[in-house]
Each structure stands twice: as C-alpha cells, then as structure tokens.
C-alpha cells in the first residue's frame, strides 16, 4: 500500500491513461492528417502524404472550396436545416415524452407499442419516397424539416428516465398552486433537464448536419443540395479539379482566374480538394463540442440511478 492506495490500483490508473492517450490519439490524429495535407501544395503531395506540418505551405485549396458559391448555398441549406430541426425536434420530442412519463396519461401501452415497433421496422426507401411525394414534400426545402420534427423513440425514452427523476412532489406542488401543464413543462421540467437537452441537441445537430440521404433520394433542384452531398459528389469525382473550375468559372470569373492560376502551379489538386471540402464541413460541429461536452455525460446518464 502505497499512499493509500495499492500497487495493483496504481498499475491500473497508469494503464488507464496511457490507453486513453493512445484512443484520442487515434481519434484526433486523422483530422489533424487531413488539415496539414489540404493545406500543402499538391504536386508536393506526390512525393508522399505529410504525417506532422505541412511541406510546401498553402491556402489554395481552401480559398477555392470557400469561393464556390455553392458550397456556401449548400452550407446554409446544411446550417439553416440544422439549427431547426434540432431545436423544434428537441421541443417537440421533450414535450412528447413528457406526457408519455405521466402516468395518467391514457392509452400509453398504445403508444409504447408503436414506439417500440418503430425502432425495429421502418416503411422502407422506396413508400418513404412514395409519401414524401405525396405530400408534395419532393424537391421542396421541407423534405429537410418536416420528416426530421420527431427524435425517434429511443430519445423519448432517454427523456423518460430523465422526466422520471424528477420528484413527484414537485409536480404535485406545482398543481396545487394553479399550475396547467403547460407551465409544468416549460417552468419546472425544462429548467431541471438542460443536461440532457443539450446533450441530445448535440448529438441531433451532428446528425442533421452529416446527413446527405435527404438531398440524395427526394431533390433534383441543385439549389437544394446539402454541403455533405455536394463533399460526396467532389470526393467521388474522378476530376475534381476541372469539376471545381467549371463551377468558380461559370458564377465568379475573378476567382476562376485565381484558381486556374492555382491549378496550374499545382497547388491545388483533386486530392488537396477533397481534404479541404472535408476539413471545412466538419468545423462547425467540432467548435460546437466543446461549449456542450460537460453535459454529455450527465445528460445522458440522468435518472439511471436511483438513490
């Protein structure tokens, strides 16, 4: 026993860290290869991929990503989608599962059941399309927000548990002195639940963010690609450079000019393209992590233990 503590306990906290050292090495270091290869010129990359710093230091590949306008459409498609359905989902989710946590509430088998069943069994691609088309939703900025307004039940039933920890007396205190549910929900149960709605607000947002699936089976119109559609196509093309000058050339010949000048240098290249595209899209969600990660946790965690 040394410090109170035994050698075995010692053994395991030192172990521990190094394991978690390697795991977030693991998890950080492809992003981080990602940023110093978009930012180096790319006949350079010829030579070899880049490991730690850029070789041949450049933003050209970033200028020309930033310059197309529509990645900037597509990025306020991706943005604007985001920020709504996260927020309005959350509420509307929350304030669902908050009923469904009261044990009043009748019919509530009913709705356990069509929960459940609908975590196993989905429509399908092709009636999800059907229907989409039917109401009138194909090829309409509202195929990103309508279908996108309710979590899924294994949100509701992360909710639950929190709903549930929440002490009876509270609720009971609340309707003696007047108190509808309404002023229920958004008065007692939302103050006491922020650890949980921002952690599920966050781990919405990434997903809306990353989704391409909408743009890729229910739009044609090229104004209402997503940024990630618009990442997949540029990564998928065998000639992304040309793909990328005929699109500059063809809104802002200024920056055309500046990009075949580029291109011509061999700064940039498809693959410097490519890496930059992904880089770029992914910075929104990374600076969002770190305002929310001490409620992850808790968030969703609360009310798993009793006691």
Request: no cysteine; glycine share 8%.
């Amino acid at each position: 026993m040394v410090g109170g503590r035994s050698w075995g306990d010692r053994m395991f906290s030192v172990l521990n860290v190094i394991i978690m050292v390697i795991v977030m090495l693991l998890t950080l270091y492809p992003f981080w290869f990602s940023i110093v290869n978009s930012l180096n010129t790319g006949d350079d990359l010829v030579r070899g991929p880049i490991f730690l710093w850029p070789r041949e230091f450049t933003w050209a590949s970033w200028q020309s990503v930033m310059a197309d306008p529509g990645m900037l459409k597509a990025a306020w498609i991706s943005g604007s989608r985001t920020v709504i359905v996260t927020a309005v989902s959350i509420l509307y989710t929350a304030m669902f599962t908050y009923a469904f946590s009261r044990p009043y509430l009748k019919g509530k088998a009913w709705y356990a059941v069509i929960g459940f069943a609908s975590m196993y069994f989905s429509g399908g691609l092709i009636p999800s399309f059907m229907l989409m088309n039917w109401l009138g939703l194909y090829d309409n900025y509202w195929v990103y927000i309508l279908p996108g307004l309710f979590l899924g039940f294994w949100n509701v039933i992360i909710f639950n548990a929190n709903f549930k920890a929440i002490p009876d007396a509270l609720f009971e205190s609340a309707k003696m002195d007047g108190a509808n549910e309404f002023t229920i929900f958004f008065r007692i149960v939302v103050p006491l639940s922020k650890p949980v709605l921002a952690a599920l607000s966050v781990f919405t947002a990434v997903g809306i963010w990353n989704d391409y699936g909408a743009t890729l089976y229910f739009t044609q119109s090229p104004h209402l690609q997503t940024l990630q559609y618009l990442i997949l196509k540029l990564i998928q093309s065998a000639d992304a450079v040309n793909q990328m000058a005929n699109i500059v050339n063809s809104t802002n010949p200024a920056v055309a000019e500046l990009f075949s000048k580029a291109a011509g240098q061999g700064e940039v290249t498809a693959k410097t393209l490519q890496l930059a595209a992904m880089v770029i899209s992914s910075i929104p969600m990374i600076a969002m992590y770190p305002f929310a990660q001490r409620f992850f946790i808790k968030g969703v965690l609360l009310g798993s233990i009793k006691g």
